[in-house]
């Protein structure tokens, strides 16, 4: 049976113009974490926690540090390999051994 890994979503953006938002995808290092919604959402788009949000949200470390919830890991395009093909004719094109599959891709 083919092996099949998640799309990377685009990277986590410090300077992101727009906040994000809860259900927002971003990849670090290779994993995909998802925004979380309530109270947290406010946090994702804050890339590192100062005193001053501190002051202004007794809660804001905790909040923060689980504002992204971690989904799985992924790669940088999603690739299904079959065994048969790589076992198959070395004059053979690179497109006929691997096939892009976006079909099974899954929205969490």
């Known amino acids: 049976e083919p092996r099949v890994a998640s799309i990377c979503p685009d990277e986590y953006d410090s300077e992101r113009i727009e906040a994000y938002k809860a259900g927002d995808q971003v990849t670090v290092e290779s994993s995909i974490f998802v925004c979380q919604g309530g109270e947290f959402e406010q946090f994702c788009s804050i890339s590192e926690l100062t005193r ?7 809660d804001a470390k905790k909040l923060w540090k689980e504002a992204w919830k971690y989904v799985s890991p992924c790669t940088a395009a999603e690739i299904e390999i079959e065994s048969d093909a ?3 004719a070395a004059d053979e094109t690179f497109d006929d051994v691997v096939e892009i599959d976006h079909t099974d891709a899954e929205v969490v």
Not at 52 to 58: A, L
């Open 86 to 88: 790589l076992e198959s």
């Open 52 to 58: 001053s949000i501190q002051k202004e949200n007794k």
